[in-house]
Nanobody
Framework: QVQLVESGGGLVQAGGSLRLSCQASGRTKYAMGWFRQAPGKEREFVAAINGPGDSTYTSDSVKGRFTISRDNAKNTMYLQMNSLKPEDTATYYC??????????????WGQGTQVTVSS
């Protein structure tokens, strides 16, 4: 079992930055990922990172603006979000599973943290 708790969301102006954190407990050797979901839309893959933290996979929609990382000594994964746009507004979820973009292959999920980007 893995328990995941996100933090770091909030309200920011367009062009600003936020860093999300995901604290993991339990079996933490899984690959981990970030997903987001806006109202009325499907859950969207953002980025993923393998267990050791030396391989990442980022969606084209955030590439060059968002960076995923993890600190295994702290059992924590991060998402550094720069140059935020209003279309980045969503609830952001962290998940543990496989290094893929399909949310169905992530068995463990956090409760989500809201990110709102104002124009």
């Amino acid at each position: 079992q893995v328990q995941l708790v996100e933090s770091g969301g909030g309200l920011v102006q367009a062009g600003g930055s936020l860093r999300l954190s995901c604290q993991a407990s339990g079996r933490t050797k899984y690959a981990m990922g970030w997903f987001r979901q806006a109202p009325g839309k499907e859950r969207e893959f953002v980025a993923a990172i393998n267990g050791p933290g030396d391989s990442t996979y980022t969606s084209d929609s955030v590439k060059g603006r968002f960076t995923i990382s993890r600190d295994n000594a702290k059992n924590t994964m991060y998402l550094q979000m720069n140059s935020l746009k209003p279309e980045d507004t969503a609830t952001y979820y962290c998940a543990a599973g496989h290094l893929v973009s399909n949310p169905r292959l992530y068995p463990y999920w956090g409760q989500g943290t809201q990110v709102t980007v104002s124009s």
